[in-house]
């Protein structure tokens, strides 16, 4: 029992840290190419790409922005392209978008929305990408209880939809990814039944 207590005072100490750190969906392990939806799964919680339009999702390798790693996800690939759509299998609180392109054109106005799983828009954050801009930008959203986004950009020069994008990092909402403490409660609780199950033995066989 002792070294039961152990353990779980030692997994509630590593819990005592913020029980929702932000998760990344780079997509840096995805391999480029088209998909019809790209499905990623990171600490418990798995986030499904498509585009609004039924087009196919591109994910290509990119020399820039450097913001956004090797590779980042688009709306079809070429004329017209498509807004993306993030889908959660869990409620999420807060989000940040990393987004750009080579800097070829105005891709701005930039926006963001965030709906609940019944479709109702939570709120929306915007943004401008001028042209002649290679390093990329980022937008962090908070609406509590989101339970996807819609990313779309503009173009003065018809390249609408045609930025490229991942997710930086992510806070789901509280209680809709299992924490730390709660693994750890549970293995005390799995532990301290079986000590019990096993003094019980001892104890049988001592009258037997």
Known sequence: MKKISAIAILLASIAASPAVAA?????????????NAITVTDGGLTLVITTTTGDPVWVGNLSNPALLGKVGAVGNNGTPFAPLRFSFS??????????????????SPVLI??????????????????????????LTLSFAGASYYIASSGSAQGNVNSLVWDIGAITPAAGAVPEPASWALMIAGFG????????????????A
């Open 113 to 138: 929305q965030a709906f609940s799983a019944g479709d109702v828009l939570l709120g929306s954050a915007n943004d401008t990408y001028p042209a002649g801009l290679d390093t990329g930008k980022s």
């Open 192 to 207: 301290a039944m079986g000590g019990a199950l096993r003094s019980r033995r001892k104890v049988a066989a001592s009258f």
């Open 90 to 107: 869990a409620p999420v609180d807060q989000i940040t978008f990393n987004f750009g392109d080579i800097g070829g054109d105005d891709d």
């Open 23 to 35: 998760t990344a969906f780079d997509l840096e392990g995805v391999t480029p190419g088209a998909f």
